[in-house]
């Protein structure tokens, strides 16, 4: 070997040499009636100790062509002493002059393949993969190169890697631009499923040289001068998937491959909709994101070291960030409050507790000036806060905060009758003028230094109300709420934590939201 154009070879004329490898070489031939075949002579003895595992992986090749129509189909099979050859079916050949195989290789040398044929061609080769995958096997070299045309059917030729796939083989076979990159430079595609993951892989590089017209080392790049067509863009996302170099984004079974040309002739036949683009735009996006997440996992359990410190330190600052849940009175269990009265009503929290002013007395008086104690009341203050407790009031507590007891001060007092109401008379005062006459009053009551926030305006189920958001300084917030009527004027004074105010008001603004009060 290389024999001479015209030899006589086991009763075949060999003609055209067509190509061939480190093991064995591909003629065109004649049999003895004349019938144009194509015959790969192997040498044994440059094959080795191997060359019988070729010979029964052909032979075993030779089972699943027989009803396959999208691959070369094997005649004969035979050895002497040197080699073993095989005939199989011939490519049509380009030139009438002299015999060159019509391959897809050679089509692409003009340019992408025509519109009108390439569904037809692409469908063709991935239905020859798909036979010679359920049978067990892989090619393992698909590319153009490898892609006759025979009888204008395009069919998988060059079986010499599919025949090794009867035991594990453990060197690296195929062409390295139609190869994954992470299968260039390891073995890690020793099992069967690897293999036949490597030749969807190829399939995709097939798919982008044939609408492009690009060698594969262009790959992913495309001609800014191609025309964007429904072909081109829907084998192109195929190639895309198929060729992706995320492992985890890549299509790489049968099925999917499967399902996508079922959508693609599909869409050629009848057009894109909507829902097609909806369906691969959250397809799209649920895979990234489920890669993603797969990712971060793996690197995570592979560094989980440094992802426990990294929660020990985070997990704080997580939770200081996220947004506090908005209390919502509807949304927990609450009680109606009805003043004594019997004309001011509210709805509370269940835990709320309603004291009368007897306990609330009781509770003033144990405020001591102890260091234990924020509230540090002295003897005049708490003597003062006694005095000063009007008559009827009732005393809500609403939640410890450490030792500091939030609660809500509910009063009423009365007022002679006037020719002019004290809502009215307080509608016509300005900010300026409460701030002033509150401040006065409070700093009067309290004798501590006061701050105030805001004055508020506004109107409760029908009841204008004035608000006054004030601190003691360095000791609480309160939320003092006036509603005056024509004899009667309300009081509503809420006191929560400084250090708390957020959380409280929160809960006050809700409850406060639920006041009615009648004439």
């Known amino acids: 070997m290389p024999f001479e154009k015209g030899t006589v070879y086991h009763g075949l004329t060999l003609g055209a040499f067509c190509g061939g490898g480190a093991y064995g070489e591909v003629y065109v031939c004649k049999d003895i009636s004349g019938r144009q075949l194509a015959v790969k002579i192997v040498s044994k003895i440059k094959l080795g100790d191997d060359w019988e595992r070729e010979l029964r992986g052909v032979s075993n090749y030779r089972k699943i062509t027989e009803n396959a129509p999208n691959l070369l189909q094997i005649y004969h099979v035979e050895e002497d002493a040197d080699t073993f050859f095989y005939t199989m079916e011939a490519a049509d050949s380009v030139s009438a002059d002299s015999y060159r195989a019509d391959t897809l290789a050679e089509r692409l040398k003009k340019g992408p393949l025509p519109q009108d044929d390439t569904f037809k061609i692409l469908r063709a080769i991935f239905d020859g993969i798909r036979t010679i995958h359920e049978a067990g096997f892989a090619?393992?070299?698909?590319?153009?190169?490898?892609?006759?045309?025979?009888?204008?059917?395009?069919?998988?030729?060059?079986?010499?890697?599919?025949?090794?796939?009867?035991?594990?083989?453990?060197?690296?076979?195929?062409?390295?631009?139609?190869?994954?990159?992470?299968?260039?430079?390891?073995?890690?595609?020793?099992?069967?499923?690897?293999?036949?993951?490597?030749?969807?892989?190829?399939?995709?590089k097939v798919i982008y040289c044939a609408v492009t017209g690009c060698s594969p080392q262009d790959f992913p790049t495309v001609p800014k001068e191609l025309p964007l067509t429904p072909e081109l863009k829907f084998f192109l996302r195929l190639a895309f998937r198929l060729c992706n170099k995320d492992v985890r984004l890549r299509l790489d079974s049968l099925e999917k491959t499967e399902a996508e040309l079922v959508r693609i002739e599909r869409k050629l036949l009848y057009g894109e909709t909507w829902r097609d683009k909806f369906d691969y735009a959250f397809q799209h996006g649920w895979l990234t994101f489920s890669a993603g997440l797969a990712g971060f996992v793996a690197w995570s359990r592979k560094h989980w070291i440094f992802m426990g410190l990294a929660l020990l330190v985070l997990?704080?600052?997580?939770?200081?960030?996220?947004?506090?849940?908005?209390?919502?009175?509807?949304?927990?269990?609450?009680?109606?409050?009805?003043?004594?009265?019997?004309?001011?009503?509210?709805?509370?929290?269940?835990?709320?507790?309603?004291?009368?002013?007897?306990?609330?007395?009781?509770?003033?008086?144990?405020?001591?000036?102890?260091?234990?104690?924020?509230?540090?009341?002295?003897?005049?203050?708490?003597?003062?806060?006694?005095?000063?407790?009007?008559?009827?009031?009732?005393?809500?507590?609403?939640?410890?905060?450490?030792?500091?007891?939030?609660?809500?001060?509910?009063?009423?007092?009365?007022?002679?009758?006037?020719?002019?109401?004290?809502?009215?008379?307080?509608?016509?005062?300005?900010?300026?003028?409460?701030?002033?006459?509150?401040?006065?009053?409070?700093?009067?009551?309290?004798?501590?230094?006061?701050e105030i926030y805001e004055i508020r305006r506004g109107k409760a189920n029908e009841r204008s109300y004035i608000e006054v958001d004030y601190a003691f300084t360095g000791l609480c917030r309160t939320c003092r709420r006036v509603v005056p009527l024509r004899n009667r004027l309300y009081t509503l004074q809420f006191t929560m934590p400084l250090q708390e105010t957020e959380k409280f008001r929160k809960q006050y603004d809700s409850v406060m939201s639920t006041l009615k009060i009648e004439e």
């Open 139 to 204: 090619h393992r070299d698909i590319k153009p190169d490898n892609i006759i045309f025979v009888k204008e059917q395009p069919k998988l030729s060059d079986i010499g890697l599919v025949s090794s796939l009867s035991a594990t083989y453990t060197q690296l076979a195929g062409t390295l631009d139609f190869l994954p990159p992470e299968e260039r430079s390891s073995e890690s595609g020793t099992d069967r499923k690897s293999r036949q993951k490597n030749d969807l892989y190829a399939f995709g």
């Open 315 to 450: 997990s704080p600052l997580i939770w200081l960030a996220l947004p506090e849940k908005k209390f919502d009175i509807t949304k927990v269990k609450t009680r109606k409050y009805v003043y004594q009265d019997g004309k001011l009503s509210l709805t509370i929290p269940f835990q709320w507790v309603v004291m009368t002013e007897k306990t609330f007395r009781g509770w003033i008086s144990r405020a001591k000036s102890a260091e234990t104690s924020k509230l540090k009341l002295s003897d005049r203050q708490r003597d003062f806060m006694f005095r000063n407790v009007p008559p009827g009031t009732e005393f809500i507590a609403a939640e410890y905060h450490g030792d500091f007891l939030c609660n809500l001060i509910v009063s009423c007092t009365r007022l002679p009758e006037m020719d002019v109401s004290l809502e009215q008379e307080l509608a016509g005062l300005g900010d300026d003028e409460i701030k002033m006459m509150m401040r006065e009053t409070l700093t009067r009551e309290y004798s501590f230094p006061i």
